[in-house]
């Protein structure tokens, strides 16, 4: 699976949850992942749409990577869409040369979670405000993943800043990244690939395997209660 | 009340039905309304928000105006509501200047209304897709009126265009657009001032009083019912 990351941010470079992003797939194969910085790319806005969906046949996942300004995209990705998203290329008369594909958000946002709801500060979720991208998915034919969205960067800790690499790497190369047996898999597999040389402190390998150990452990405990369902259910 | 109409089109000028809308409210005052189109006012993109904000100040509702590409505005309204709708201007400490405006969409659409459902063609509704607009609202502290959707403005004939001509003249003078009893008042008083010499046929004057003299009879009727209605509660 390849996937493209189109980023829309008037000033990527000062953008401390945009770099700790783009920092955190950067040993990533161009295999793997595209990163395609719009601002970057076009300066004179001027956008080549022609290259724009070659690129986007060349991929399988599509996501916009943007903060969530007035409960939109900046309007270069709008731009973006405009042009590029033409008739007889991701809609009407033969216009499917994006169906199948995935489509995903990651939207960076300076309030919290909470404030996104029904008596919260904004009044409405995420789900009701990113309404127009499910819509953009719906027409071309994509399949819309639930968005990843960055609440309040600049307060989270260590640990939440690790959890965010985490999940941020999953969706963007995990084939199903909001399955929990799939996030599982990659997480045992990060593990394993991780060695005494690449983290510091004492006994590392032995934590590791626990935690493998331990993962594996839980799988299967959820596997056998799953196989009593299904009998249950026969 | 003062309505400042912000019009965002990318070729305003070959828009059939942007021209329809700007002829239809051309005979208004520039005391009544304000017409500002985004792309021509700055070709070059560079938006003056000090500028933009005190026409802001100067009206009581504001219109965003637009075709309604992939379910949103074209890249020139969202670049100038970043840039514009600043913090402790619209929202945050004394971010007041907009509390108690009113904001509408007046929106150009290709499909028709009935696309706009779940099972239809797009999916969604109006009402869902243009949450982000109504959130902007909430977070200004301004009304939120019901927005004109323009549907199919190529196809429409001769009384429909007369139906939107004057839907959307009141939509931009009325002070309260979704009341049946104000949308009465104006079109008597339209008609009153209709006179032979402005309108083509015979016995013009004679078909406009009986009209006027039609809606005021409906009205006495309702008047009577909701009387009735109350007294019935009391």
Redesign the interface.
């Known amino acids: 699976m390849r996937t493209l990351i189109i980023i829309s941010h008037?000033d990527v470079d000062e953008s401390s949850s945009q770099q700790f992003l783009l920092q955190s797939i950067s040993h990533l194969s161009s295999d793997q992942v595209t990163v395609h910085l719009l601002e970057k790319t076009y300066p004179d806005?001027v956008i080549d749409f022609e290259k724009e969906q070659a690129l986007l046949r060349l991929h399988d996942r599509i996501l916009f990577q943007f903060p969530f300004?007035?409960?939109?995209?900046?309007?270069?990705l709008?731009?973006w869409?405009?042009e590029v998203?033409t008739d007889h290329f991701a809609f009407g008369y033969r216009g499917n040369k994006l169906e199948g594909k995935e489509l995903g958000l990651v939207l960076s946002i300076g309030l919290a979670e909470k404030d996104y709801q029904a008596g919260g500060q904004?009044?409405?979720s995420i789900s009701?405000?990113t309404?127009?991208y499910?819509?953009?998915a719906?027409?071309t034919g994509m399949t819309y993943l639930k968005p990843l969205a960055v609440f309040q960067f600049p307060y989270k800790n260590e640990a939440e800043k690790m959890r965010l690499l985490i999940d941020y790497q999953q969706y963007v190369t995990l084939s199903k990244p909001d399955s929990l047996k799939y996030r599982e898999e990659w997480l045992v597999k990060a593990l394993a690939e991780t060695s005494e040389e690449t983290l510091p402190g004492e006994n590392v390998a032995f934590v590791i395997d626990q935690v493998i150990e331990r993962v594996e452990d839980n799988r299967m405990e959820l596997d056998e209660l799953r196989m009593h369902i299904d009998n249950y259910h026969d």
Chains 1, 2 share one sequence.
């Open positions: 008037p806005g300004y007035w409960y939109s995209s900046p309007p270069m709008k731009k869409q405009d998203l904004e009044g409405f009701e405000l309404r127009p499910q819509a953009v719906k027409k």
